[in-house]
Nanobody, 126 residues
Framework: QVQLVESGGGLVQAGGSLRLSCAASGRTDSIYAVGWFRQAPGKEREFVAYVTWSGGRTAYTDSVKGRFTISRDNAKNTVYLEMNSLKPEDTAVYYC???????????????????WGQGTQVTVSS
């Protein structure tokens, strides 16, 4: 089994930056990819980005392209989400999620990921 723990959230002014971390433990050799999702108050949870564990292939939702960067450090079993030029609409609880089971297709659907962290709050003030 894989466990995920997010950290790095906080309060930041619009235009600022934050780096979120997602530390994986347990059967990390079973991880195929890690994604970041977010859920704003009163809204559905939405996909933000993913990165494959071995090849480093990435994908982003349109609203964060050019501002957010997802990366992984396999030696540290950690995935990062570097967030720049933050906007008030980026305010949400951010979750990381791992895909450890087939089918080995990736996308933006929550159901494609089977292990979830507890989330970290990001608040962007205007």
């Amino acid at each position: 089994q894989v466990q995920l723990v997010e950290s790095g959230g906080g309060l930041v002014q619009a235009g600022g930056s934050l780096r979120l971390s997602c530390a994986a433990s347990g059967r990390t050799d079973s991880i195929y990819a890690v994604g970041w999702f977010r859920q704003a108050p009163g809204k559905e949870r939405e996909f933000v980005a993913y990165v494959t564990w071995s090849g480093g292939r990435t994908a982003y939702t349109d609203s964060v392209k050019g501002r957010f960067t997802i990366s992984r450090d396999n030696a540290k079993n950690t995935v990062y989400l570097e967030m720049n030029s933050l906007k008030p609409e980026d305010t949400a609880v951010y979750y990381c999620a791992a895909k450890t089971r087939p089918p080995w297709t990736l996308g933006s659907l929550q159901g494609q990921y089977d292990i979830w962290g507890q989330g970290t709050q990001v608040t962007v003030s205007s």
